[in-house]
């Protein structure tokens, strides 16, 4: 199935307490000018009132459902309620809150399943609080892959990408400590990641033979196994054993001299060892363009590159440029994509 122009996206309203509600408050009266497609907003319908108040944007918001979302859109900011409560309290996360975050997006998951929204975009969430509430995911990530399951895909891989104009990046391990990311780094980890990279920047993204170029883990790519063992005993295996399938992968490289200008032009995507040498290129790049994507999973997931950044919530200065990214390509992804499960 293409062209998924008559639904709208399903967005999750994140972290009460940060950036998230000033956010879609301020894509929506953006909408015009960043063409954006139709969306509605998982989350309180009064807490999207008070901080249009606090902020003084004057937008209305008003009750609808993933049905009448594309109805309302131009007129008002559609709004789903949730059964879960939220506190409007800027800059003060609390568990208390956990049940309403992790119900706007287990919600949006379910609408876009069953087709009532194109995709799901995710405002960002603040981890610690919903831990202490006792969620068991480490982030939006894991929590989608487990949905996924829940939804009936077999045996889901959730793979994180940040994708911004002149940098895709993928992290092999994820939300781990340094430690624990290296002592899970093993050469099945990078193939199978690698692979449904691949098979994503075709069929998502339209490349048709997508280049991979995987990092190394150790200074200089263990310099010859010299700086440590990994890159020749894990990296270099899995990247011979992509190029047999046929996968135009290179690898192990320095991950000091691949980000920059004239390297990016060997590649499409770089895979990388541990979570900050993915991302810190990417954010660094671009912070404000970049998108975090959800790749391996039979529905459509963005998300802007930030967090919560409680300390310039409800300021007025936050500014939504990643969000309506992720908004932008969540809607151009499923327009080239089948999104719906067969269950
Ligand atoms: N997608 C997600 O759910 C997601 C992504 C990243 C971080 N987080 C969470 O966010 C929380 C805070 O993380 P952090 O402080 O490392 O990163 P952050 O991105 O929230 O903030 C880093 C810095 O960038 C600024 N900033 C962030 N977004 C901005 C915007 N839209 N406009 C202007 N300035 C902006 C902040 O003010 C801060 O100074 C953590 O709990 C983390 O887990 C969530
Ligand atoms: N690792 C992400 C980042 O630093 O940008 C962030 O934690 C979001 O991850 P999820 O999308 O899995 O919540």
């Not at 950036?19 to 953006?30: H, Q, R, S, V």
């Not at 998502?204 to 200089?220: D, E, T, Y």
Request: glycine share 8%; with cysteine; proline share 7%.
């Amino acid at each position: 199935m293409s062209g998924e122009l008559n639904r709208p996206l399903a967005v999750s309203i994140g972290e009460p307490a940060g950036i998230g509600p000033e956010l879609l408050l301020k894509a929506w009266t953006m909408r015009e000018e960043c063409a954006l497609p139709p969306f509605y907003v998982l989350g309180d319908k009064s807490l999207l009132e008070a901080r249009a108040k606090r902020l003084g944007l004057d937008v209305p918001v008003v009750a609808s459902g993933p049905l009448e979302a594309i109805r309302d859109f131009s007129n008002a900011l559609p709004a789903v309620s949730l059964e879960n409560v939220m506190s409007d309290a800027p800059g003060q996360p609390s568990a208390d809150n956990a049940a309403a975050v992790i119900e706007a997006i287990t919600r949006g998951v379910e609408d876009v399943v069953a087709g009532r929204a194109s995709a799901l975009v995710t405002c960002p969430i603040a981890k610690k609080p919903l831990y202490e509430a006792g969620f068991e995911f480490p982030g939006h990530t894991e929590y989608l892959g487990h949905l996924a399951e829940q939804h009936g895909a077999s045996a889901p891989r959730a793979v994180m990408m940040l994708a911004g104009p002149q940098l895709k990046s993928v992290p092999i391990t994820v939300h781990q400590s340094l430690r624990d990311a290296i002592a899970a780094l093993t050469q099945k980890e990078i193939v199978e990641v690698s692979r449904i990279v691949h098979r994503e920047m075709r069929e998502r993204f339209g490349v048709a033979q997508p280049r991979l170029a995987i990092a190394g883990l150790n200074p200089h790519a263990g310099e010859g196994g010299t700086m440590g063992l990994e890159d020749e005993e894990i990296v270099r295996p899995a990247v011979e054993a992509l190029r047999a399938e046929g996968i135009d992968a290179i690898g192990p490289l320095p991950s000091d001299t691949m980000f920059h200008a004239r390297a990016r032009e060997n590649y499409d995507v770089a895979l990388c060892m541990y979570h900050d040498q993915a991302l810190i290129p990417v954010k660094t790049l671009a912070f404000d363009e970049t998108v975090n994507v959800t790749l391996g999973l039979p529905f459509i997931r963005t998300s802007p590159d930030h967090g919560t950044a409680f300390d310039i919530a409800a300021k007025g200065i936050a500014l939504p440029d990643s969000l309506i990214a992720a908004m932008k390509l969540a809607h151009q992804l499923a327009r080239n994509t089948s999104t719906r499960m067969s269950v």
